[in-house]
């Protein structure tokens, strides 16, 4: 299997530690490089490489590091409970809230970002055992597009295509 096309639920938990870190660290880097791409033209517009670079990796370190924290403390709760279920994701998120914490040198942010991550990860955990989705993938085309003609935007269905007027019917009679 191709590093960058690795998921998460590729293998059961507990398994295949580095595939996991990988394919959490996918999403930890997107968004790290979008936030930090915000951060240096919006926010601090750092004047050179060096600190534009040095805003990049404050920004993105820490964010692939709460990733990594996830993922290793979810495998370890995992294989040392020797349960798969919610509260070793619980713990993963715990876990990501210390990093967290640490970054922004506040344990008060840490435990709060702790305790939401952490409730987070056991929703993400319960939709993944009862088959359902935050978010689900829903096509495009189902919504709309490009070519508005073609979908239908009204509220009320089509009428069936053998319907005819009142006066056609009295035509029809006579």
Not at 39 to 67: C, E, H, I, S, W
Not at 149 to 174: C, H, L, R, V, Y
Request: include cysteine; proline fraction near 5%.
């Amino acid at each position: 299997m191709s590093l960058l096309r690795a998921r998460y639920y590729d293998h059961p938990d507990g398994e295949d530690a580095f595939g996991k870190i990988v394919a959490t660290n996918k999403y930890a880097l997107s968004a790290g490089l979008a936030w930090s791409m915000f951060d240096v033209l919006t926010l601090t517009k750092p004047q050179g490489y060096g600190p534009t670079l040095g805003r990049f990796a404050y920004n993105t370190g820490p964010l692939m590091g709460m990733a990594t924290a996830f993922t290793l403390t979810t495998l370890t709760a995992t294989n040392v409970r020797g349960k798969d279920d919610k509260f070793n994701y619980f713990l993963g998120g715990f876990a990501a809230g210390g990093v967290f914490g640490a970054w922004k040198h506040n344990h008060v942010a840490g435990l709060c970002a702790g305790l939401f991550l952490g409730i987070a990860g056991v929703i993400k955990k319960m939709s993944v055992e009862q088959g359902w989705e935050f978010f689900p993938d829903t096509p495009l085309r189902q919504y709309g597009g490009l070519n508005i003609a073609s979908n239908d935007w009204t509220i009320m269905p089509d009428p069936p295509k053998n319907w005819t007027t009142e006066k056609a019917k009295e035509e029809e009679k006579a």
